[in-house]
């Protein structure tokens, strides 16, 4: 039922090849964002999907046949189902350490990004998967925008964006105002700091200017160097 469907603004453009759709959770202070590749095969891969009503799933429809559904983590999948479900035709890609907690939530999976990467996602998008980190994130870059792609990895929300209440607690969490993981991700969900530091070499050498997030403003400039600055607290490897 359309009833069902979480708050969520209309499909926009934001580089040749590659929309988003904003959206939110009625019940968290957090908003959402679902990110939509057009490849060059001229199908879609879709990043952390977002449902939406169905003229809304038409318009993404005309952009392309929905191929890849790309399930970043494992908190951010609510929704994958339903996408399964419209497009049987589809795969479904996960992280390989979470797909056994990802198989209760989603169902069916199809490969994971590690293991079952696929040529034709290969030739638009890297993917880089991280370790001694709780959600078990899979953080892509879209080589022909020259943006990276990530969910909670980083936030970028500002205060003015929020109501009072839901400021507030952003603000206690260490999300609000800042470029960067959160103080949750710090001291919550990081649980080795020199396995996420390994994970990340690729996503600190990656060239990118913009950043898309789930939580926040998309970072339209000095990408690559505003995210490997936000992880100068990881221990260095050698």
Not at 48 to 71: K, P
Not at 113 to 119: A, G, T
Not at 188 to 202: G, H, N, Q
Request: proline share 6%; charged share 30%.
């Amino acid at each position: 039922m359309e009833t069902d469907i979480q708050p969520y603004e209309p499909m926009r453009p934001v580089a040749e090849g590659l929309y988003c759709v904003d959206g939110s959770w009625r019940r968290s202070p957090l908003p959402r964002r679902m990110t939509v590749f057009v490849l060059r095969s001229g199908s879609l891969a879709i990043h952390s999907v977002v449902r939406m009503r169905e003229n809304d799933m038409r318009d993404l429809e005309a952009l392309g046949d929905v191929r890849w559904i790309l399930v970043p983590n494992t908190f951010h999948c609510s929704e994958a189902g339903w996408y399964r479900s419209r497009y049987p035709e589809s795969r479904l890609l996960v992280p390989a350490r979470g797909r056994k907690a990802l198989e209760a939530k989603v169902g069916r999976i199809d490969g994971t990004y590690e293991d079952d990467w696929p040529e034709e996602l290969a030739g638009d998008l890297d993917v880089a998967c991280t370790a001694g980190f709780k959600l078990e994130e899979a953080v892509f870059l879209h080589r022909p925008s020259r943006t990276l792609i990530a969910t909670d990895l980083v936030f970028n929300q500002h205060g003015e964006d929020f109501p009072t209440l839901r400021r507030w607690v952003l603000t206690a969490a260490g999300a609000m105002n800042r470029f960067g993981p959160t103080r949750l991700f710090r001291y919550v969900f990081t649980t080795d700091r020199r396995a996420l530091a390994e994970s990340l070499r690729p996503v600190f050498d990656w060239d990118y200017d913009r950043v898309i997030m789930s939580h926040g403003r998309i970072l339209e400039g000095g990408g690559s160097a505003a995210v490997r600055e936000s992880f100068d607290w990881l221990h260095p490897v050698s």
